[in-house]
């Protein structure tokens, strides 16, 4: 018998013996914005997923290698907390925030994989630019073997599965939303709004800690 299991959107009808199916949401984070929850959102609804896990990276290597200034884990941890609190299916992880050195995919799915048992599904999200540079990640073979990866399409970027093993990515059509934590950034710096860019939480975050307001880079 179908057991029923109730969902933010409605109820959807589940087999008791379903393996328990986990969204993880990867990200920099500086600041979260709409565009990270809408993806969040839309792959669990088309994946019937029981939960996504926001996971701001610590470390993120190929973004500080280019040279870009990233603001303190801790307060991007925050606004990740703030923007999800509210959705009962969004969870946030500092499996990488606690973690030293540089910020490799391939070790948080190995971690989420002792951690919840080889039974769970696990489905990467991602949004098009940064499926379109998987291939340079750390260890990027052995990625496949422990998550599906979902690619969603973004204003600006080509969706397209970048010759990854047959069967192990999904690309999917959400509502596109042409915001990045480099508008938002710049915006801030030169005193526009970010009002519905972020979450109003973010907005008075941000306000409260001042950050952004001296931020040098320019894009
Ligand atoms: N507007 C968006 N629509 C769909 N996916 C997005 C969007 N913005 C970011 N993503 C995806 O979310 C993940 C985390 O992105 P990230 O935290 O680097 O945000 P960003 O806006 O790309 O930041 P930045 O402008 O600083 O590079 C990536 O997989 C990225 O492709
Ligand atoms: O594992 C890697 O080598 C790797 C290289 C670049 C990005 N990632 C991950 O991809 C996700 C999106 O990254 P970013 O830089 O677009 O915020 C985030 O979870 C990063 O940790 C992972």
Redesign the pocket.
Known sequence: MPEEKSTTWGRVLRRPSSPRRIGIM?????PI?H??LV?GSEVAHLFNLDEVIFVPAGHPWQKQRKGARVTPAEHRYLMTVIATAENPQFRVSRIEIDREGPTYTIDTLRQMRRQYGPDVELFFI?????LGAILSWHNADELFELAHFVG?N?PGHQLADPGLPEGKVSLVEIPA?A????ECRERVRKGEPIWYLVPDGIVRYINKTGLYLDDQEAG
């Open positions: 990867g990200g920099t984070f500086d914005h565009g990270h993806a991602t949004g098009a630019d940064a969603c973004r939303l915001i990045s934590s480099t």
